[in-house]
Each structure stands twice: as structure tokens, then as C-alpha cells.
């Protein structure tokens, strides 16, 4: 089994930071890409950032702002959020992409959700 768990989510007002952290454990051989999406109420859910072993990718919206990074010994994936803006709101899920041990059977799995409210 692998499973991801999320935190760091909360409420902040506009112009302020939080960082979210998601960890995933169990029966990992290797993790190839790690992320974060997020879906805001009445919207689908839309990729925020994700990191590879050599890329980072960033949605328009949130570059300059966001900062994703990934402590592959830990493999946990942060998620550093400043100048936040009320329409960041919205709840946020990790993703993991990779590879089981034993098996090598490919896992792409979804952490549980974390809500980032952003009052202005």
C-alpha cells in the first residue's frame, strides 16, 4: 500500500504565506513526479505545480508566488504559497506518480485535500 497525507492548510488573509507538505509512505520503490492541483467550488480541478527529477512546472496564475519543491529522502513534496490571493481558495490535493517495490507496478495516487482559504 502508498498513501499520501497532507498538511499545512488553513486560513490566511490576502498577502500573507502558507506551505503545504505532503508525504507519501508504504511500499515505494521510486517516485517519478509529485504535485499539487487544486478545485475551487463550481470549478474543475486544475494543476497548481508539480516536480519531476529535473522539471518544475508552475501554472500561470500562481508563478512568482508558488514554490514547489521535493525532499526525495523524505519523499515529500512542499508547496510554498505567498501573496496569496482570495482566488487561491480553494482545496488543494498532492499527486504521486511512481513505482510500487516488489511489484514495480505503477501507482498515481491522490492525497486526501487540504483547504487554503484566503479572506481578503
Known amino acids: 500500500q502508498v498513501q499520501l497525507v497532507e498538511s499545512g492548510g488553513g486560513l490566511v488573509q490576502a498577502g500573507g504565506s502558507l506551505r503545504l507538505s505532503c508525504a507519501a509512505s508504504?511500499?515505494?520503490?521510486?517516485?517519478?513526479?509529485m504535485g499539487w492541483y487544486r478545485q475551487a467550488p463550481g470549478k474543475q480541478r486544475e494543476l497548481v505545480a508539480a516536480v519531476t527529477s529535473g522539471n518544475r512546472n508552475y501554472a500561470d496564475s500562481v508563478k512568482g508566488r508558488f514554490t514547489i519543491s521535493r525532499d526525495n529522502a523524505k519523499n515529500t513534496v512542499y508547496l510554498q504559497m505567498n501573496s496569496l490571493k482570495p482566488e487561491d481558495t480553494a482545496v488543494y490535493y498532492c499527486?504521486?506518480?511512481?513505482?510500487?517495490?516488489?511489484?514495480?507496478?505503477?501507482?498515481?495516487?491522490w492525497g486526501q485535500g487540504t483547504q487554503v482559504t484566503v479572506s481578503s
Open positions: 499527486n504521486a506518480e511512481g513505482l510500487r517495490s516488489g511489484s514495480y507496478i505503477s501507482f498515481n495516487l
Open positions: 508504504g511500499s515505494i520503490f521510486s517516485i517519478n513526479a
